[in-house]
């Protein structure tokens, strides 16, 4: 398959150093071989090569911060733009991950339009383009006989689409609720310790689990995000960020805490969706609930089925190589299942 890259960031170099480091493997045992041709940053600048960029020295100019570090060689362009790139026709498939807009979605749902209507394959990390405008996306894929997957989107590599959407085939799904954000998460497990919020805030900053700026971990939004993704897809709705009931954790005081651990219960940033609408918010569970027992970073999701009852989905929410491998999966799943 050959790709373009749109960002290259933390996700989209786990994603390559996968490709590096397993490229042997992944052609031997599953019969898949990915190239990158192209990629386009806002920040190191663009690259592409119909033949293929050298993983390596692409990985290494990124480490310099610029792609003017990544060597020159017989028909490498530097001077294209996405469309370009995409209008060129020489890609199967589009790899979105650039950071998430989820006010407009833009420029990336730009480009994803573009690349279904050349007849490229999609799979995204950022969530805006599938948050704000699934359907539309969805439809013109089927539309043009092409595949458009999100794994990465919700849980990175812990794969909550392929149970709800592939091994879950034939079941329907009345719920869905599960730890989304594993900033939050782990703030809330070290304040079980007694450590206050703004300690296990700073902590979690410290670690890399939360930005500089917060505001959307522990406001809630980055949960709210992944929940409209889940609407869409599981019950065909278009939610909108205003239709869900949204708060964070930030007014979790110590006494809470502590209150909930004297009644049998921990708290836990919930966010759930069912056809009829979806909230984020601080709740306090039983610890018999299985959601209860997710603690750090860990990100975890129950999907209530009418077959097969309760299923219980623990992983990884975040991380380069976590976060990469749900970009390979996609990209694995279409290849054996494109036409």
């Known amino acids: 398959m050959k790709l373009i890259l749109i960002g290259f ?15 042997l493997e992944l052609q031997r045992k599953h019969n898949f071989a990915a190239q990158i041709i192209g990629v386009v940053t806002v920040s190191k600048g663009t690259l592409y090569h119909s033949s293929g960029l050298e993983i390596p020295s692409l990985l290494e100019a990124a480490a310099g911060g610029s792609f003017d570090n990544y060597p020159t060689q017989p028909g490498l362009r530097r001077d294209l733009t996405a469309g370009d790139m995409i209008g060129a026709r020489e890609a199967d498939a589009l790899v979105e991950v650039s950071p998430t807009n989820l006010e407009t979605a833009q420029p990336a749902l730009e480009y994803c339009h573009q690349a279904l209507d050349a007849g490229l394959h999609l799979t995204l990390a950022n969530k805006g383009p599938v948050a704000l405008d699934y359907a539309n996306l969805r439809a013109k894929a089927r ?5 458009m997957r999100y794994e990465a989107t ?7 689409m392929h149970l709800a959407e592939d091994a879950l085939a034939g079941c329907a799904i009345r719920s869905a609720r599960g730890i989304l954000n594993g900033t939050t998460n782990y703030i809330l497990t070290q304040m079980e310790t007694g450590m206050s919020y703004d300690d296990a805030l700073a902590q979690a900053q410290e670690l890399g689990y939360a930005e500089t700026d917060p505001r959307g971990d522990v406001e809630g939004w980055d949960a709210a995000g992944k929940l409209l993704i889940l609407g869409n897809a599981l019950f065909g709705r278009s939610f909108a960020l205003a239709d869900l009931d949204v708060s964070g ?3 979790i005081s110590a006494g ?17 969706v069912t056809p009829a609408g979806g909230s984020v918010k601080a709740t306090r569970l039983p610890l018999d609930d299985p959601l209860a027992s997710v603690g750090g970073s860990t990100n975890a999701i129950t999907l209530e089925t009418d077959l097969m009852g309760d299923i219980t989905l623990i992983g990884a929410g975040a991380g380069k ?17 494109a036409h």
Do not use: C, H, N
């Open 9 to 23: 960031g933390v996700v989209g170099q786990g994603f390559a150093e996968i490709l590096r480091d397993k490229g």
């Open 143 to 147: 539309d043009k006989g092409v595949q």
């Open 154 to 160: 919700v849980m990175a590599g812990t794969p909550t």
């Open 249 to 251: 954790i930030t007014k």
């Open 256 to 272: 809470d805490i502590t209150a909930a651990k004297a009644a049998g219960q921990r708290y836990k940033l919930i966010a759930s």
């Open 321 to 337: 190589l976590e976060t990469g491998y749900a970009i390979l999966s996609d990209l694995m799943a279409i290849k054996r299942t």
